[in-house]
């Protein structure tokens, strides 16, 4: 996984509220096993008439030229519905390392930071500034210092994260390699208890 540390990027906002993960990644491209190639269906029906990628709608900002970044901003309740972890793999796929919402649902939220994509929960006031910028705008997120902050206006809210995730997130850990880097301290234990 790719260590994620400070973002400084300009966002897609997306404001639409209670997006589920069949709208993020639908069923029917659920059939691969691996990571990859997922991007290109994110949000699929939503940027697509009738399913064909020569049709892209216009009015989605997945469409728009005039958005881009690595930081996907989102309505209240993003993630909902199934527990499908392709959700997560089809953001990251795309491009995004960091969604930003006012909720999250909580087996999103789990898949997001298990797969190195940061979900910044911010409050409903805040998040609102953030789709009154234009799309030329920037955001940082400093995970370190569990902080967003929005450049044009120099307003700054703090987001929580599980202390385990945000070390991991920080250095590029999955599960597998955070024991790795602690296998000397393991070690000790298992002789002091021998």
Same mark, same amino acid.
């Given at each position: 996984?790719?260590?994620?540390?400070?973002?400084?990027?300009?966002?897609?906002?997306?404001?639409?509220?209670?997006?589920? /993960?069949?709208?993020?990644? #639908?069923?029917?491209?659920?059939?691969?096993? %691996?990571?990859?190639?997922?991007? =290109?269906?994110?949000?699929?029906?939503?940027?697509?008439?009738?399913?064909?990628?020569?049709? #892209? =709608?216009?009015?989605? #900002?997945?469409?728009?030229?005039?958005?881009?970044?690595?930081?996907?901003?989102?309505?209240?309740?993003?993630?909902?519905?199934?527990?499908?972890?392709?959700?997560?793999?089809?953001?990251?796929?795309?491009?995004?390392?960091?969604?930003?919402?006012?909720?999250?649902?909580?087996?999103? =939220?789990?898949?997001?930071?298990?797969?190195?994509?940061? #979900?910044?929960?911010?409050?409903?006031?805040?998040?609102?500034?953030?789709?009154?910028?234009?799309?030329?705008?920037?955001?940082?997120?400093?995970?370190?210092?569990?902080?967003?902050?929005?450049? /044009? %206006?120099?307003?700054?809210?703090?987001?929580?994260?599980?202390?385990?995730?945000?070390?991991?997130?920080?250095?590029?850990?999955?599960?597998?390699?955070?024991?790795?880097?602690?296998?000397?301290?393991?070690?000790?234990?298992? %002789?002091?208890?021998?």
């Amino acid at each position: 996984m790719k260590a994620l540390t400070t973002i400084l990027s300009r966002f897609v906002p997306i404001n639409i509220e209670n997006i589920d /993960t069949d709208q993020i990644i #639908p069923a029917r491209f659920l059939k691969a096993t %691996t990571k990859d190639g997922f991007g =290109k269906n994110l949000f699929r029906d939503w940027r697509f008439k009738n399913d064909d990628e020569t049709k #892209p =709608k216009a009015d989605f #900002p997945l469409n728009q030229s005039q958005y881009s970044g690595e930081i996907l901003v989102a309505g209240k309740n993003f993630g909902c519905g199934s527990s499908r972890e392709h959700a997560a793999w089809s953001i990251l796929d795309a491009g995004f390392r960091v969604v930003v919402s006012s909720f999250f649902a909580d087996i999103f =939220k789990n898949n997001a930071l298990n797969n190195g994509v940061l #979900p910044v929960q911010v409050s409903e006031a805040f998040l609102q500034k953030i789709f009154q910028q234009d799309n030329k705008a920037e955001l940082t997120v400093d995970l370190e210092k569990q902080t967003i902050t929005i450049h /044009t %206006t120099g307003e700054q809210e703090y987001f929580d994260i599980n202390s385990y995730k945000k070390t991991c997130l920080l250095n590029g850990y999955d599960d597998i390699d955070y024991l790795l880097s602690i296998k000397e301290d393991i070690q000790e234990f298992e %002789t002091q208890r021998g």
